[in-house]
């Protein structure tokens, strides 16, 4: 199924600790579920329009401006992150399975006040991935950030 996921800052800013990614299924306006974590495959970035950005940076407001679409098999029972990334990537499994599944994935941000596109830490612009998860927390911070792999750059 396709879906749209972006993190939900009312929910952080009342420091929620569970259910911080929303999650709307592709061309629907209302919120499907809200995860603690989910995978999407084939997926692609989106930003908002210049009009959106500008005005947030303008105003300092929040605004839900940029996404990533892409496919899952996401339910309201959505698994431990690191299970989910394992049935992604066709069952791979090592015994430190979650410095595993995070190894040779890329952190993905996304910044209006920094940059108007989705960026790596060394600021090259993303467009799209192959796998990409929005992992939960291990600590109870969210941090609003995702992890890709089979990145493809703007």
């Known amino acids: 199924m396709e879906y749209r996921v972006h993190f939900n800052l009312n929910r952080a800013k009342r420091r929620l600790k569970r259910g911080l990614w929303t999650v709307l299924r592709k061309g629907q306006s209302r919120v499907a579920f809200y995860a603690d974590s989910i995978v999407l495959t084939d997926a692609t970035f989106h930003h908002g329009s210049e009009a959106c950005v500008s005005a947030i940076v303008r ?8 996404w990533i679409s892409g496919s899952s098999t996401a339910t309201t029972e959505q ?3 690191y299970d989910a990334l394992m049935a992604a990537n066709g069952g791979y499994y090592r015994q430190q399975m979650k410095e595993d599944a ?3 994935m890329t952190e993905i941000h996304y910044n209006p006040f920094r940059s108007p596109d989705f ?8 467009a799209a991935a192959d796998v990409v998860l929005f992992p939960a927390s291990d600590d109870g911070v969210q941090r609003g950030y995702c992890l890709a792999t089979g990145i493809r750059y703007a």
Do not use: L
């Not at 105003?59 to 940029?66: E, L, N, P």
């Not at 960026?119 to 993303?126: A, P, S």
């Open 79 to 81: 698994p431990h992150y």
């Open 59 to 66: 105003k300092g407001s929040r605004a839900v401006c940029a």
């Open 119 to 126: 960026t790596t830490e060394d600021g090259r612009k993303v």
């Open 102 to 104: 995070m190894f040779g």
